[in-house]
């Protein structure tokens, strides 16, 4: 297979061996692939058959976790969007056509087309990580981390739930903030906030009573963050709840960001763990990459670094890889 | 057997430069056999990265409303792996060349695609079913499906709405 291999020093014959050169020299040892590829492309296999393996770890526990969960929350319930995870998957994917153009340059001797494709492959993976992090901060501005005592997200509006309203609004800051707004006058409000206000009050008087119900609870958790009801092209608010305004923004929480009252979603949790994890794992997977393609970009990527570059395009095309089920199973599910 | 001999095999060949061989050594022919192959040519690139953002587009579908299947979930579901796993065949035959490799390619991807099958099958009696059977402490806690309808039926009720008004 490899022909190379078999081609000997000063000029000899395959079947030659070391003693025929003359006593003194000693046998010549001769390197024989046990596979017809080079050792770092092998060894680069060899690595993402490991990760093959851990990431089909983490997503199988994502589905199996998925799917036996009792309630899972919808793409909505969590602020997830759609349309920028099918925009974050169109770039993964150009920047995996970029990095083989590099790949190809390279090889025809096109050192800075090379370089061109590798500077844009390192670009569309940096775009990729900015567009993770602002999903990121949509999450955290929800409240919706992988953890206590940062998480303020809720599985069901029960007694826990409204006590810890209860304490949230009985926190010192808070009842000074309450005040202030209290005290307000309602034309230095916008008429969005004077409503919000008045609920506000309503749900204090909510949690604060002696006889809530189950049912009281669920208003109480609908006021500060309601579950966005599903629209096709984007999350509009479709159920209309309350005086017209849809969609997500409604919520007390969004209106007051202050407030960072508790919320619900049933389910929540356990998806802000697996959600984080996979996207976590994949983002550092995605950093690696982006230090690969920089420390590379100080070589001159001729023909002799095509080797390099195969390597880490084999990295990136898994990232890619994943990515390509990530999607799907995280967005679309 | 000592650094001369390495240094004038070196000069000669690429043969003990172990890591070098396929890059260095066969470079002469490797440009014949890149187009002997077929392989490495750009239309067929850009080929395969339409053929990506049509599946996508395609899975994308699933989330618009001309999708037809929207109150059956599993159908879209399946849809979506389906299409999943062909961009992946696409990603890794043409674009890490596993199209143009050797027979090694097997040794290496199906004992990987098998482990992992198996491990994600393994975790199934353990993490999928953990809710099977849950005491009942915790099942008092857990969130179930009638809590998602407590919360739409409160949005609907539009209590502190009209309250507010």
Known sequence: ?333 | MSDHDIHSAHAHGPITRAGDIPVHGEHDEHDHNSHDHGHGGIGKYLLVFLALCGLTTMSFLTYSSVWPWRDQPHVGWAFMMAVSCTKAMLVVLFFMHVFWEANWKYVLTIPAAMMAIFLALMLVPDVGMRTRMVSQERALRMARTSDVLLMEQAAEAKVLAEAAH
């Open chain 1, 1 to 333: 297979m490899n022909a190379s291999a078999v081609s000997l020093p000063h000029g000899h014959d395959g079947h030659s061996h070391g003693h025929d050169d003359g006593g003194h020299h000693g046998p010549v040892l001769q390197y024989q692939p046990g596979l017809p590829l080079s050792r770092g492309k092998l060894i680069m296999w060899l690595f993402l058959s490991t990760e093959i393996m851990f990431f089909a770890a983490l997503l199988g526990s994502y589905v199996v976790l998925r799917f036996g969960a009792p309630v899972w929350p919808k793409p909505h319930h969590v602020h997830l969007s759609e349309p920028i995870g099918a925009f974050n998957t169109f770039v993964l994917i150009c920047s995996s056509v970029t990095i083989v153009l590099a790949l190809e340059s390279a090889r025809a001797n096109k050192a800075g087309l090379a370089k061109m494709w590798m500077l844009l492959t390192l670009l569309l993976g940096t775009l990729f990580l900015g567009v993770k992090g602002y999903e990121y901060q949509a999450k955290f501005s929800h409240g919706i981390y992988p953890q206590a005592p940062r998480s303020r997200i809720y599985e069901k509006p029960d007694l826990y739930y409204g006590s810890a309203v209860r304490d949230r609004l009985g926190e010192p800051a808070i009842i000074d903030k309450l005040k202030e707004l209290d005290e307000t006058p309602a034309d230095k409000l916008t008429p969005e906030q004077v409503s919000a206000r008045a609920r506000l009050q309503q749900v204090r008087k909510m949690v604060a009573s002696p006889e809530q119900q189950a049912f009281d609870l669920a208003v109480v958790a609908d006021q500060v963050m309601p579950l966005p009801t599903e629209g096709p092209g984007g999350s509009h608010g479709g159920s209309g709840e309350g005086g017209g305004h849809g969609g997500h923004a409604s919520g007390l929480n969004d209106i007051f960001p202050w407030l960072r009252l508790p919320a619900v979603i049933p389910g929540g949790n356990m998806w802000a763990s697996t959600y984080f994890l996979l996207t976590g794992f994949h983002a550092i997977h995605v950093m690696v990459g982006l230090i690969v393609f920089t420390i590379l970009l100080g070589y001159k990527l001729g023909p002799k670094d095509a080797g390099k570059i195969e390597n880490a395009g084999l990295y990136w095309h898994f990232v890619d890889l994943v990515w390509i089920f990530l999607f799907p199973l995280l967005y679309l599910f």
